[in-house]
């Protein structure tokens, strides 16, 4: 069996930023795959999310894997799905629908962007680092937050973007954290922007998401806060490196952002 394959650079306006994804659109007839199926090909992939949809509802269901596990929630691999089904598949409408692990997702188009409506995660200060976190990132926080939705986040406030920019985790060492991802935060202005992030993640498989989505449903509740502001420009400093905005809104947390074209093809399984 043949399925149509396309790869896209999420929070990007051209190729080789941002967040590579894969997205693999299924028939509306065809009975999903199994689970081994759709885990082989994201691990075949080899990138950190690989995205399959069909045809659903008033919408689409759709499901992200990464090379090791399937995940809750997934910003960069919704926003490629999004710009492939607006760009490449005909999709005439303003928004889209998508049911997911973490319910209905809604993605518009913004001009030359798109908008996505995501649960925020809120994330709870924590009375002391978690034993091991300093070692694996190599430097001590100065305060460290925790958020249980999900694989569960680990968020590390640090004092400037230089000292984000320069961590060389330990990623031998983050096994023993029992949280699936690390995210390390810093405030941003002398970059630009209101904080900047990276993320690493590999208990499901990726050291380092180059831009991640789902961290920034954690970041913007906690920055918004610190800043006293709703709406934020974020940055996450991977070496490829992209902007996410932000609008924060009760339980709701709206990321905006731009997605190129990379490759498009077919695979075979």
């Not at 070496?239 to 709206?254: K, L």
Request: overall charge negative.
């Amino acid at each position: 069996m043949k399925l149509d394959l396309y790869q896209v650079d999420a929070f990007a306006s051209r190729p080789f930023e941002g967040n590579p994804a894969a997205v693999c659109p299924l028939p509306a007839d065809m009975p999903w795959p199994a689970d081994a199926t759709l885990l082989a090909i994201a691990a075949e992939n080899n990138l950190a999310e690989t995205a399959f949809f069909q045809p659903e509802g008033e919408g689409y269901r759709l499901r992200w894997f990464t090379p090791a596990v399937e995940v809750d929630l997934c910003g960069h691999a919704t926003l490629a799905t999004a710009w492939t089904l607006f760009n490449k598949l005909g999709y005439a409408e303003e928004a889209l629908h998508f049911e997911t692990r973490s319910g209905r997702l809604t993605v518009r188009r913004d001009g030359g962007g798109m908008t996505m409506d995501f649960p925020a995660n809120p994330s709870d200060p924590m009375a002391r680092t978690p034993q091991g976190l300093a070692e694996a990132l190599g430097v001590n926080p100065n305060a460290t937050f925790e958020t249980k939705r999900g694989h569960g986040f680990y968020m590390a406030v640090l004092d400037c973007p230089e000292a984000v920019e320069r961590l060389t985790p330990d990623f031998s060492k983050f096994a023993s954290l029992g949280s699936g991802a690390v995210i390390a935060t810093a405030p941003g202005a002398s970059m630009g922007y209101d904080f900047v992030s990276r993320m690493f993640a590999p208990a499901v498989g990726i050291n380092e998401d180059p831009v991640t989505g789902a961290a920034h449903c954690v970041l913007a509740p906690y920055w918004a806060g610190r800043l006293g502001k709703r709406s934020l420009k974020a940055r996450q400093i991977s070496a490829r490196g992209g902007d996410v905005g932000c609008i924060v809104g009760g339980e709701r947390v709206i990321l905006s952002g731009t997605a190129a074209l990379y490759m498009q093809g077919q695979i075979n399984i």
